[in-house]
């Protein structure tokens, strides 16, 4: 498999699930299970790539506080080498706190230096020749948004491959003008059903496949219990999902992004890549967080 470079957020993770209902305003309610790990979009599928024994190099930011020392500690225990990760002194590690229930989920996030990093708080090293850059989180990252389409332009004529999952957008402005001249950069573009509504204001998954721009080379998105929906050299496929038992679909995405990755940098065909992407998926989600350990 071609070395993979990834470049986007880290984070502390906090899942609590298995809880019986919602909460409400001035009521408290019981979860079965909870975790404090290392998350963020770039930190798992960094993880589940090193867990499935990939070539993966980590470039990210966290706080100088205990939540980055928390991060740094289950991102080394993972497998993964930490020496690519910028401590930013003054200033705090981001944190998400998930509620996860088998059908729905619910986010609260503190940004910490995901809003305030750029390509200059970095490590070098993110751009060589024969290996893959995987970027993430793009309208999260507000600082490093500017300088993202740049980035896919000085990987490709480096001599890697790309792909993007662009995440949500919590502002819902969903605004890509700094990265639409650079889509030609791009060869697979991962985002969920409701990121690519949002990207084209598309009122529909089917109209958001008419109006995304075909210069991106492969576009495959995540449609939940519907499975995966493609779009490749001007074909369109549909991929059911696994049937699975769900218990956590917290860190489904990321997990499809591992196996999709790992298929297509392997040299296999784009929808046998699909259906690894599908089945690291399935995995996630008969779980709680990564299935990894």
Known sequence: MKPVHILGD?????????????????KEILARSASVKAGGSAANVAM???AKGGTVRLFGRVGQDHAGVLV??????????????TIARGEQTGVTVSFAY???RMYVTFPGTLTSTTLAHLKGGYIKEGTHLHLTSFFLLSALRPQM??????AKEGGMSTSVDPGGDPSGEWNTSSLKEYYRYIDWFLPNSDEIQGI????????????????????????????????SEGRTEHFPAIPVTVVDTTCAGDCFDAGFLTGVLDGK????AVQLGLQYAAQAVATVGLPIG
């Open 200 to 231: 084209t204001g598309a009122g529909s998954l089917q109209d958001a496949f008419l109006i995304f721009p075909d210069e991106v080379r492969c576009l495959a998105v995540k449609a939940g219990e519907k499975g995966v929906y493609t779009r």
């Open 149 to 154: 389409g740049e980035l896919l332009q000085r």
């Open 102 to 104: 088998p059908d729905e």
């Open 48 to 50: 589940m790539l090193a």
């Open 269 to 272: 065909s784009f929808q046998d």
């Open 72 to 85: 740094s500690n289950d991102l080394s225990r993972s497998g993964l080498d930490t020496s690519d990760i």
């Open 10 to 26: 880290i984070n502390l993770d906090v899942v609590m699930a298995s809880m019986q209902g919602f909460p409400s305003l001035g």
